[in-house]
């Protein structure tokens, strides 16, 4: 996916991951994707002030954009 093709929107996590790691299976993609957020303490600080649940299937608009504008847009990597 070229990146200036990605629109911030809700996306389920599996589908937000399988598009920064899309060679990879879909639970490696979403523990990657986890792993790597995680590892951003920025992005862990702002999105847990909003009302982010890690067990939650989706990630909201709000929570995309802090992915993306930290994390970079799927494509970037």
């Not at 598009?19 to 993609?29: E, G, K, Q």
């Not at 951003?40 to 989706?58: G, Q, R, V, W, Y």
């Amino acid at each position: 996916m070229e990146h200036s093709d990605f629109v911030v929107k809700c996306y389920n996590k599996q589908e937000l991951a399988q598009m920064y790691f899309p060679d990879l299976t879909i639970r490696a993609s979403v523990n990657k994707l986890r792993r790597w957020m995680r590892r951003c303490k920025p992005l862990m600080n702002e999105i847990l002030s909003t009302d982010f649940h890690p067990k939650t299937k989706a990630f909201s608009v709000r929570e995309v954009r802090l992915i993306t504008y930290y994390l970079g847009k799927p494509g970037e990597l």
